[in-house]
């Protein structure tokens, strides 16, 4: 049985930063791309950062330059470092592992931005 279990979420300032972390159980970790992303309320879930199985990186414009995404293929586990963060930044944060018809998701970590 998969598992992605996030952790690392919470309440920081503006300009401040957070780690997320994405714990994965049950599969082949190093097999799967892995992805975070975000949903704010009222708004559809949205990709934020891309990690291929093989290392390859991506990110949404809106995240470019302040976020980083990797992955440790002997913890299997998958982390956003999140820098500079803004009140738009504010959602849940999902992780996600994704290979052929394999789907898998978190259940979400909070981030809020606010002064």
């Known amino acids: 049985q998969v598992q992605l279990v996030e952790s690392g979420g919470g309440l920081v300032q503006p300009g401040g930063s957070l780690r997320l972390s994405c714990a994965a159980s049950?599969?082949?970790?190093?097999?799967?791309?892995m992805n975070w992303y975000r949903q704010a309320p009222g708004t559809q879930r949205e990709l934020v950062a891309v990690i291929t199985s093989r290392g390859f990186t991506n990110y949404s414009n809106s995240v470019k330059g302040r976020f980083t995404i990797s992955r440790d293929n002997g913890q299997d586990a998958v982390y956003l470092q999140m820098n500079s963060l803004r009140p738009e930044d504010t959602a849940v944060y999902y992780c996600?592992?994704?290979?052929?018809?394999?789907?898998?998701w978190g259940q979400g970590t909070q981030v809020t931005v606010s002064a």
């Open positions: 049950g599969m082949i970790f190093s097999l799967y791309d």
């Open positions: 996600n592992a994704r290979r052929q018809n394999n789907d898998y």
